[in-house]
């Protein structure tokens, strides 16, 4: 099963113009870089397109309000997601003070489409997961990236299940109706799961 990884998250008011439902957590400003308004900033995107020169980003300004950010360059700086982002209305490292501490948000209907059986994680969470026989298991609550595929953590109160992201085991995944059907291999469920 392909992915686009990126967390669930929402501020609480969105910027004029976008929906409050479409905000996306993708990211944190560490600190600043350099003289001329730079910032280090830890990516929670996997997709190197999520954030890229032209997009427009969002951190909290004032008292619930959003400040539109255009990216106007951006370079990858090492492993684990850092980056350094350069933004069109940041040119002094005092303005670039101001947005240390600041999570970057993107609106989801400026992300590049997924490809055919890939689905960003934000899509998932939440996600009723049902075996192909109609047994509920749960929902999906949270994703774990293992590097060869990723697990799903199903949790129905204090019963939480790890299902691999694998097409032997994840049969459908239904968007609109919010459903994921899989087929339990041996081994996967407890009994008293089928």
């Known amino acids: 099963m392909g992915r686009k990884n990126l967390p669930e998250g929402r501020p609480a008011c969105p910027p004029a113009g ?57 370079e990858a700086r090492g492993s684990g997601g850092l980056v350094v982002l350069k933004f069109r209305e940041c040119n002094r490292m005092e303005e670039a003070e101001e947005l240390v501490g600041a999570e970057l948000y993107v609106d989801k209907g400026d992300l590049p489409a997924a490809a055919e059986d890939e689905y960003y994680w934000h899509e998932l969470i939440g996600m009723d997961v ?17 590097g060869s595929n990723d697990v799903y953590v199903v949790r129905e109160g204090e019963r939480e299940i790890l299902i691999p992201g694998l097409r032997d085991v994840v049969r459908r995944i239904d968007l609109a109706g919010r459903r994921m059907v899989i087929h339990p291999l041996e081994g996967l469920l407890d009994s008293h799961d089928l």
Do not use: C, H, N, W
Request: charged share 25%; glycine share 14%.
């Open 18 to 74: 976008v929906d409050a439902g479409s905000l996306l957590l993708i990211g944190k400003i560490l600190k600043t870089k350099g003289v001329r308004g730079q910032v280090k900033a830890l990516s929670f995107a996997s997709s190197q397109e999520t954030i890229q020169k032209g997009r427009i980003l969002y951190v909290p300004s004032g008292d619930d309000g959003y400040r539109a950010l255009a990216v106007e360059t951006k």
């Open 130 to 146: 049902v075996t192909e026989a109609g047994r509920r298991l749960g929902s999906v609550q949270g994703i774990l990236q293992t």
